[in-house]
């Protein structure tokens, strides 16, 4: 029986939602496997191995349980945000040479970004919003920023896989305090002029069959936008199947179905957009969407009469065929 690692927790402010993902995914693995969760901090990494938690060693990439030395036969990376979502682990697992179930580091790492992802989407003519690319707060002027973007704008932290730090500017006094706190949240920002329009996600991912997009979910926030509140504390309304027309909907499938081939993506993506008028634009990409039993993923999938065994079987047989 193979052995796999599934890393989860991480350094983000995603920590909590990263355990609740990778618990619903050991739940519902193939049982032909042996899933082993390996929770990531910045003080230390532990293994759950036989209701004990045991020292993940990095320089091995295995652990010692009563004198008996285990390694891990590959890895299912779910770590919302670094050292996960960016790509880190996987080049870890590269460098010891052992497989996993995710994008790999270049995927990941330019996903991540949200600045240099829409910029290489960009270039392959893929809808998506104006923006300015931040290194330090006093770069532009604030008349700069409202120039070129106008009022409302969106303000993120560019290389942040959390939803903490975004703020939407509607008046200009509210841009000062937007910026000090996303770059509190990442060492870079994006700005983003304001997209009006219907919000969806659709999930992507890959089979022996071929690549595959889940029905979409419209989101409607109660909140000025899709944030962590909206996300995770219930104050938006996830409808699946999306509200539009079955035009749109095929549009934004083989627009994110695009996107999965460009990027070189693996596994499971999430893939979200802004429908103005007819025209899907491309706001994130998300190598590492949430998988608990609320989040968006698994709705998609019950939508489809997917079982989340079935698909994590499915998604399995093909990224370990070798």
Not at 235 to 251: F, G, H, N, Y
């Amino acid at each position: 029986m193979k052995r796999i690692g599934l890393f989860c927790g991480g350094f983000s402010s995603e920590y909590a939602i990263s355990m609740l993902s990778a618990s619903t995914i050991e739940a519902n693995f193939p049982k032909n496997y042996e899933v082993v969760k390996i929770i990531v901090s910045t003080k230390q990494w532990l293994v759950e191995f036989q209701g004990e938690k045991i020292p993940f060693d990095l320089s091995t990439c295995g652990f010692t349980h009563m004198g008996k030395f285990h390694q891990i036969d590959a890895g299912l990376v779910y770590i919302h945000g670094n050292p996960g979502e960016n790509g880190k682990i996987q080049a870890f697992l590269d460098l010891h040479n052992i497989p996993y179930i995710n994008s790999g580091p270049l995927a990941s790492s330019l996903s991540f970004d949200k600045w240099y992802c829409n910029q290489f989407l960009r270039a392959f003519d893929i809808p998506v919003a104006n923006s300015i690319f931040l290194t330090n707060i006093k770069e532009k002027t604030h008349k700069e920023i409202f120039d070129a973007l106008g009022l409302p704008l969106f303000v993120k932290p560019s290389d942040s896989g959390s939803s903490y730090g975004i703020s939407k500017v509607k008046d200009a006094s509210d841009l000062a305090p937007a910026l000090k706190s996303a770059f509190q949240e990442g060492k870079t920002v994006v700005l983003e002029s304001f997209l009006d329009g219907t919000e969806v996600t659709c999930g992507v991912y890959q089979t022996k069959d071929g690549i595959h997009a889940l029905p979409l979910t419209e989101i409607a926030s109660e909140n000025e936008f899709f944030d962590y509140d909206a996300k995770y504390n219930g104050k938006s309304q996830e409808i699946t199947p999306a509200r539009i027309s079955t035009d749109l909907v095929i549009k934004v499938q083989d627009r994110a179905k695009k996107i999965y081939q460009l990027l070189q993506l693996r596994s499971i993506s999430r893939i979200d957009f802004m429908i103005v008028g007819d025209e899907p634009y491309v706001i994130e990409v998300n190598t590492t969407p949430g998988f608990s039993s609320a989040s968006i993923v698994p709705q998609m999938l019950a939508c489809e009469g997917i079982s989340l065994s079935s698909f994590w079987e499915s998604i399995v047989e093909f990224e370990l065929k070798d």
